[in-house]
């Protein structure tokens, strides 16, 4: 059964910066993706990534700022958040593109002004 479970959300100071980890088991998959949902706003994809890892895709809010990488070794897939701004708050979600299966429980980033 394929998991996500996501971690390293926290609180930051605009400007600042997060690194989150996402933990996937029950198999890889070529494209895994980061989500965002902001309070009472619809999940939205951030960034993707192919299996190899050369193949990346990022919405245009967060283009420069995020990086998404992956080590399938271990099947975990990071989002480096730096530059933050407090319109990146929200719960971060990770899962396979597009996605399917069961959500995690995400990890919440709060960014202070």
Known sequence: Q??????GGGLVQTGGSLRLTCARS????YFMGWFRQPPG????????????????HYTSAVKGRFTISRDNAKNYVYLQMNSM?????AGYYCSSYPPGGPWGKG???TVSS
Request: hydrophobic share 30%.
């Open 2 to 7: 394929v998991q996500h479970v996501e971690s």
């Open 26 to 29: 029950g198999g890889a998959t």
């Open 41 to 56: 706003n619809e999940r939205s994809l951030v960034a993707n990534i192919n299996y190899m890892g050369d193949v990346t």
């Open 85 to 89: 701004k407090p319109g990146d708050a």
């Open 107 to 109: 990890t919440q980033v």
